[in-house]
């Protein structure tokens, strides 16, 4: 499904959410690039409705490529940079609704709209009217039809069934396509049926990776495994999960995590701590407020071979509804990390766990070990070892088999790996695939090849 993912398999992807399209473009340069992210994920880059909060972006006015993150022509460059860097980009493609203004407006461009009539684009014909629930809204996630043909929060619910719709879509995915686009995460995929998407998706002009966004919920009709002939589907139940074994149970139980767990396939699963949505509205996932243990869960996400890896890049916020730092609408200026924009994407543990996914990528793990309760470790057969400690108290001295070449390796949870150099300790692996170490509480210790002295 995933048939434009490069070869050597499927790569780190960072959600640089509501960054302005210079700011995507330089990071590419400085940091996702070099770190070895294959792939930046970008906020919808179509005309919104106006508005300070940053789910303006939800509500399409028109398919033209002028947004609060920037231009067109600032987009196009953004792009070439990002390819520059041999960084791929995925766009947030809103393609089941339009706005859900009842008195329409002016677009962020200045394109005019109604609720239900955005010129030259779609008219009333182009709108599911499932006339329930004193309006049009979506009320019962255990109803297939009202989940499909009612409107999301509102949102003129665009007909994915009409071949003029269909066509229109396509042409603005393929108008992205054009300015070198790679992939397409699909907004709110379970309010299109996975046949809709299909249909959109052969009309691609190109390969593109697909990437879905249906949220489990518990005995809903609507399942994730729907979708999966498509291409990946967001795996919802993986942060939750996580989120819960690091709060209040074992990291132990981890052992089988993933397909054991009843998640998706990994082939077809897209993994997250949290996301956008999950940050602000499902309570219980980890996010970057839990500091050093959201590290700890990126590191076990990134280490562990389940699904492709999104790491999220998040702004502080107190009000869910609150829109990006105000740098955000300075489309010269780069975004600036650790003042109001969070930047997780940058912090030392997880940006350098890129490195041992991309070092270990292909291999299965091995050398299991845990402890019964929170501390664990594993090898990726023959190219990488983690261990991670979320007891309360340090694990001293123990001894790890890892099945590694003899060598000294740098340990990339503490130190960053560069020219032949680490900046942090180095764990020396004896000829038998033995280190021994002490691995400080709520920490861990990370090696592979890709990092030997
Ligand atoms: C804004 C205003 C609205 C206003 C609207 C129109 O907030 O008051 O009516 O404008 O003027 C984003 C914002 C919205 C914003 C919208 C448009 O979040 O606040 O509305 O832009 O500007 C469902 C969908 C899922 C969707 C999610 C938010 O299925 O696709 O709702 N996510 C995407 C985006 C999201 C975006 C949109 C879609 C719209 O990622 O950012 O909205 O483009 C259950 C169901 C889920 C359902 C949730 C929430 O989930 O299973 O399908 O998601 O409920 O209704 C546990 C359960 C799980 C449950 C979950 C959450 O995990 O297991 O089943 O809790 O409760």
Redesign the pocket.
């Known amino acids: 499904p995933a048939a434009a993912a490069p070869s050597g398999g499927k790569k780190v992807i960072a959600n640089l959410f509501e960054w302005t399209w210079p700011s995507v473009a330089s990071e590419c340069t400085s940091t996702l690039g070099p770190k070895g992210y294959g792939y930046v994920q970008v906020s919808p880059p179509q005309e919104h409705?106006r508005g300070n909060?940053?789910?303006?972006?939800?509500?399409p006015v028109s398919y033209r490529i002028e947004s609060r993150k920037g231009t067109r022509a600032q987009f196009r460059s953004m792009v070439d940079t990002c390819h520059a860097a041999g960084v791929k980009v995925i766009v947030?493609a809103?393609v089941?609704?339009m706005?859900?203004?009842d008195n329409g407006g002016t677009g962020w461009a200045g394109s005019s709209y109604g609720h239900y009539n955005y010129p030259g684009i779609y008219s009333a014909q182009d709108f599911h009217y499932c006339g329930r629930n004193g309006g049009n809204d979506?009320a019962n996630?255990n109803d297939r039809f009202e989940?499909q043909n009612c409107e999301?929060?509102?949102?003129a619910d665009l007909k994915t069934g009409s071949d003029y719709v269909r066509n229109r879509l396509a042409a603005y995915l393929n108008d992205l396509l054009s300015l070198g686009v790679d992939g397409f995460r699909m907004?709110?995929?379970?309010?299109m049926p996975a046949a809709d998407i299909a249909a959109i998706k052969n009309r691609l002009s190109r390969p593109a990776y697909i990437v879905q966004?249906?949220?489990?919920?518990?005995g809903?009709p609507i399942q994730p495994s729907e979708y999966t002939g498509n291409g990946d589907v967001h795996e919802?139940r993986y942060g939750?999960d996580l989120a819960r074994v690091f709060r209040s149970e074992r990291l132990a139980y981890l052992r089988n995590f993933g397909e054991g767990w009843g998640h998706l396939p990994s082939g077809v699963a897209s993994v997250f701590v949290d996301?956008?949505?999950?940050q602000?509205?499902?309570g219980g996932v980890l996010t970057y407020r839990d500091r050093g243990v959201y590290a700890l869960a990126n590191a076990f996400m990134l280490g562990w071979p389940y699904g492709s890896p999104t790491v999220m890049s998040s702004y502080t916020f107190t009000n869910?509804?609150a829109g990006p730092p105000s740098d955000a609408n300075n489309k010269t200026r780069a975004t600036t990390c650790y003042s109001g924009w969070e930047c997780e994407h940058r912090w030392p543990v997880i940006a350098n766990m890129v490195g041992f996914r991309n070092a270990t990528e292909g291999t299965g793990v091995s050398n299991w070990y845990d402890n019964g309760n929170n501390h664990i470790a594993f090898s990726r057969t023959g190219r990488g070892y983690l261990t991670l400690n979320d007891e309360d108290y340090a694990i001293t001295g123990r001894s790890y088999y890892t099945g590694l070449p003899a060598g000294r390796y740098c340990d990339v949870i503490h130190g960053t790996f560069s020219n032949g150099t680490c900046s942090g300790p180095v764990i020396t692996v004896d000829g038998n695939g033995w280190f021994s170490a002490t691995v400080p509480a709520k920490d861990g210790i990370a090696i592979h090849v890709g990092a030997r002295l």
């Open positions: 409705v909060q940053w789910w303006v972006a939800y509500q947030d809103v089941n609704h706005s859900g203004q979506i996630y989940v999301l929060v509102n949102l907004d709110a995929s379970k309010h966004e249906v949220i489990y919920g518990a809903e919802f939750k996301n956008h949505d999950t602000r509205d499902v869910r509804d």
